[in-house]
């Protein structure tokens, strides 16, 4: 760090403070930056040395730990509604290619017990309202920060609905395929080679899923 300035250092310190999404970081860091050189200008204006106009812009702007706090704060809502973005795409497709696939090769759940066709539409009804619940809040999601005002506040709320809506669908994922295996006669084959792989397919996805969900309250906390 040598030959820097106090603003260059100031900016490298509180980069790697910051953990989030890698283009909301950098529009954060290239607004700080114009801020700051803005800042020192105008000391530099008023006749203080460069050094000195430096140090005051970076007092100006405010002690490291808070704004490295507030900046976080933002990377995890941004990286909150990013996820929520993604679920809103994810679940809808995910559940619609398993069911077809399910459907097209094993059947539908007519030749099952009532009680297994009962849960199997329950579950389906729940991956769709969280697909639904997802689009509410990314329409409504600048209203909703607006009256919360807490930037941190809304991350936190952002992290606990996403890591819900995806617990919610590991458990509806899992039980549509105990009821497959409970109800559906597979025969020694088991799975029909397109189901076993849609399958895989929705198990990689939905784990990504959840390390995602788990990022975002690594972020906000």
Do not use: K, N
């Not at 760090?1 to 980069?15: N, P, S």
Request: proline share 4%; with cysteine; aromatic share 8%.
């Amino acid at each position: 760090m040598a030959g820097q300035g106090v603003i260059d250092r100031y900016l490298l310190t509180l980069d790697a403070r910051l953990r989030g999404p890698a283009t909301v970081r950098r529009d954060l860091l290239a607004e700080a930056r114009d801020g700051l050189h803005d800042a020192a200008e105008s000391y530099r204006a008023a006749g203080l040395p460069a050094g000195e106009a430096e140090r005051r812009a970076v007092t100006d702007f405010g002690p490291i730990g808070r704004i490295a706090r507030d900046y976080q704060a933002e990377l995890a809502v941004a990286h909150g509604v990013r996820f929520i973005r993604s679920l809103l795409l994810v679940i809808p497709i995910m559940h619609v290619v398993w069911e077809l696939t399910r459907v097209f090769w094993i059947g539908g759940w007519a030749s099952g017990p009532e009680w297994a066709r009962t849960v199997a539409q329950a579950a389906d009804l729940t991956s769709w309202v969280i697909a639904v619940t997802a689009a509410v809040i990314l329409l409504a999601w600048r209203v909703l920060a607006r009256r919360i005002g807490d930037t941190r506040l809304v991350g936190r709320l952002a992290s606990a609905w996403a890591v819900g809506a995806v617990g919610v669908y590991v458990f509806t994922l899992a039980t549509h395929l105990a009821i497959l295996v409970a109800v559906t006669r597979l025969g020694t084959g088991g799975f029909p080679p397109p189901v076993l792989v849609a399958t895989v397919f929705s198990l990689v996805v939905t784990a990504r899923l959840v390390s995602q969900a788990r990022r975002c309250f690594v972020l906000v906390a």
